[in-house]
């Protein structure tokens, strides 16, 4: 006790606090200060490193000398009763100043999130499951030891084409290229990123071109024991056909060395070289990486990438499968128009199959061409693409979201969280399954996906996108909508969804002047795109315009003949004509399930059923609408309140209530809605929606009006506030930058 008492005394613990807190708060600033003044990321650990030296330094200094008023004195030369208690306290102030400071900045740390975000759980990749199957790998990205940086495309290259054929063992699970290249410059331990990934083997090398010669060495690694399994070093002439048998040599030896079957199908596939032209393989290579970003100008530089490879080999099949991916994307993400760019996909699918018949990436690459035109011909292809390539992690995404598209929600999940198991760190499969979310009502689960996806990519335009419309149509926050769709144009600002989505929130708070320069802009930067040529329509409908809404229409039908919301505002276009007829050819031509002699009513045509029911009223068909009401209903039922506006069907009981002239019950759920807070057109209800015309004129239905509009104003008041404080982009400001 007597030693203890002796520390005590001399102030040994205390010093050791106050160096701990400080020392803690020093590493805090340098996290934050290194990142923002591109310092090697190893200064941190070299100020770690000072400050554990320090320490035991600090410690003695504490026991052999004391702090005075008359300044610093060896400890026997020290009158304990004098001093002791005046220092004490000094550090004791210390310590509690530090800690304030430290609970301050944790505080502030903790709530430091984007406008958008609320606090979410922890980062799903950091609690992936322990691994279970010992034939799995990730492929780390290859380092590239060439005396060239340029070159460093060229070993990404041979990078994702090892995995292209790694990927195509069916009894191998194969983490995706776009999770692997997060983990370029990793200092994290092999067992951690195995665990991140839930995978039991790493694969990890490197690339040396020189001349006409490459080499290129690798090894397998035991995640579990970091012990290496097998290791080999390549040294070749510099040809595509040396390349791609090096891969195969590589994928071969990590089949056997994971005891893992190889067919003799598969065994064929990865003899045969995709293409003995090395300067089709270079070009090859570059359009890959510059596809995977998504942004508009990455995707046009795949396209003359891809291009350029079949014009060096008119024989290379899975170029021309790229080309068609990348006119196809093209039309999500840059605004292309479909009826442009869909027989340039078609015409490549075509080539690559005739080519090669066995190539599961093409199929799937068809099936996401005709999905929406023939969705039986569409499925089919997807299962041939996924039986003959079954760890493409593409096709298990565009599959699972086809399924989500026909409302077959539980087999959609299956097939995007397969994708996600094979391509964990991709922002646009976490996206993409936090809509599916989104669609099953399972809010906490949406968010925490729809975050994951940009702390994956920061830099993933869409990402904000889709967070945009979840604070639309699931929170109903217009600011926080307006706040996401600004990063997603800064991100991507050649793409016309960047402007119509700001265009649709403004005409939603009931300002269509400026709705309408938003919208004219996303126009002119896409005349033939879908968002921009179905806001202006809702603009047309919105001021009155009837004519100019249906020409709108029109020419969004024609770009894409399935797209449901253009078919029923058309439909109530013909109703306010008293083209009658008109619309009921329309719904039976586009919904054929609806027909006389079906009668079937699903998840992807029940809002329809209740626009073709008031038709059918009206025609004097009363017994197959009540038919359609009652099924439409049961379906509504079980969809979750909270994905009802986000489907743009949150008054659908409001509207079936009132054709069938249960007018209370119908101002009863109308109530129920604003109630909520869900944004929805109120503006298209209040004036043109025909199937609650009964209802239009009660005083209660004129009551709940002015209540949204009091609703609207605040927030276009609160949104005029954050324009003049520069929080968002106005009007005004996007008139200027267009003059300029």
């Known amino acids: 006790m007597s030693l203890l008492n002796e520390l005590k005394q001399r102030n040994v613990f205390r010093v050791a606090a106050t160096y701990a807190l400080m020392s803690w708060l020093l590493l805090q600033v340098v996290d934050t200060v290194v990142p923002l003044t591109g310092l090697p990321e190893w200064t941190g650990r070299f100020v770690l490193l000072l400050l554990a030296v320090g320490f035991p330094v600090a410690l003695f200094f504490s026991w052999a000398y004391e702090l005075t008023p008359e300044g610093i004195k060896r400890e026997q030369d020290v009158d304990r009763s004098t001093a002791a208690n005046g220092i004490s306290r000094k550090i004791d102030y210390a310590i509690i100043a530090l800690l304030s400071i430290a609970l301050v900045y944790l505080v502030a740390t903790r709530n430091r999130t984007a406008p958008w975000e609320e606090a979410v759980e922890p980062s799903i990749a ?153 300067k089709a393989a270079e070009e ?99 299962r041939k693409g996924l039986q003959l390539r079954p760890n493409y992690a593409r096709g298990h995404h565009w599959y699972g979201t086809f399924l989500n598209s026909r409302g077959r929600l539980d087999e959609a999940r299956a097939e995007l969280e397969k994708a996600v198991e094979l391509d964990p760190m991709s922002p646009i499969i976490q996206s993409s399954l936090g809509t599916l979310y989104q669609r099953m009502g399972l809010v906490k689960e949406t968010l925490e996906r729809l975050n994951h ?21 699931v929170r109903g926050r217009s600011d926080a909508a307006l706040l996401a769709i600004q990063e997603y144009r800064r991100l991507d600002p050649g793409t016309p969804r960047a402007f119509a989505l700001p265009g649709l929130v403004y005409l939603y708070l009931g300002d269509p002047d400026t709705a309408q320069v938003w919208i004219k802009k996303a126009n002119e930067l896409g005349p033939d795109a879908i968002v921009p040529l179905y806001a202006a329509a809702l603009l047309n409908l919105y001021r009155g315009e009837i004519d100019d809404a249906a020409v709108n229409l029109q020419r969004v039908l024609a770009i894409v003949p399935n797209y449901v919301p253009a078919i029923t505002r058309l439909c109530d276009v013909d109703i306010q004509r008293g083209d009658l007829d008109g619309a009921l050819k329309r719904y039976e031509r586009f919904f054929p399930g609806l027909s006389e002699d079906e009668l079937v009513v699903n998840r992807r045509n029940y809002a329809p059923a209740v626009g073709l029911a ?11 609408a009540d038919a359609l009401l009652s099924r439409a209903l049961t379906v509504f039922s079980t969809i979750p309140v909270s994905v009802r506006t986000s489907e743009g069907v949150g008054l659908l009981e409001t509207e079936i209530f009132a054709l069938q002239d249960r007018s209370q019950d119908a101002l009863a759920k109308l109530r129920e809605t604003i109630n909520r807070g869900s944004p929805e057109e109120w503006w298209y209800h209040e004036k043109h929606n025909p199937r609650i015309a009964s209802i239009r004129n009660e005083p209660q239905f004129q009551d709940m009006m002015r209540d949204i509009h009091s609703q609207l104003t605040k927030q276009l008041t609160r949104i005029r506030g954050m324009e003049q404080d520069g929080q968002i982009t106005s009007a005004t400001t996007l008139i200027t930058a267009q003059s300029r």
Not at 225 to 240: C, F, P, V
Request: avoid cysteine; charge should be negative.
């Open 126 to 278: 950091q609690s992936a499951p322990d691994v279970a199957d010992n034939r799995s790998i990730a492929v780390l990205p290859f380092e590239n030891r060439s005396a060239l940086k340029e070159d460093a495309f060229f070993t990404d290259g041979i990078h994702d084409d090892l995995l292209t054929h790694l990927a195509r063992i069916g009894s191998l699970k194969v983490i995706s290229r776009t999770s692997m290249l997060r983990y370029r410059g990793s200092d994290k331990s092999l067992p951690q990123i195995a665990r991140e990934l839930g995978v039991a083997t790493i694969l990890e090398g490197g690339v040396q071109r020189a001349g006409n010669t490459v080499r290129i060495n690798v090894q397998l690694i035991d995640a579990v024991t970091d012990e290496h399994i097998w290791a080999n070093n390549y040294d070749r002439e510099l040809t595509a056909q040396n390349i791609f048998s090096i891969q195969t040599e590589i994928a071969t030896a990590i089949t056997k060395s994971l005891q893992a079957t190889l067919s003799p199908q598969e065994q064929a596939r990865m003899a045969t070289a995709p293409t003995t032209n090395m």
């Open 284 to 382: 090859y290579m570059l359009g890959r990486q510059l596809m995977e970003n998504r942004t508009s100008a990455g995707l046009a530089g795949a396209v003359e990438q891809f291009k350029r490879a079949t014009q060096h080999d008119p024989e290379f099949a899975q170029a021309y499968v790229s080309l068609a991916d990348a006119y196809q994307l093209q039309m999500y993400y840059s605004g292309a128009a479909q009826n442009e760019v869909q027989p340039l996909a078609r015409n490549a699918i075509d080539k690559a199959l005739n080519l090669d018949d066995r190539l599961g990436e093409a199929y799937v690459s068809l099936a996401f061409l005709i999905d929406g035109t023939d969705g039986k011909a569409g499925e089919e292809a997807y």
């Open 453 to 473: 996806a940009i702390e994956i990519d920061p830099g993933f335009a869409k990402g904000y996108a889709d967070i945009a419309e979840f604070e639309f149509f």
């Open 614 to 624: 008031q038709v059918l009223q009206k025609s004097g068909d009363a017994q197959r």
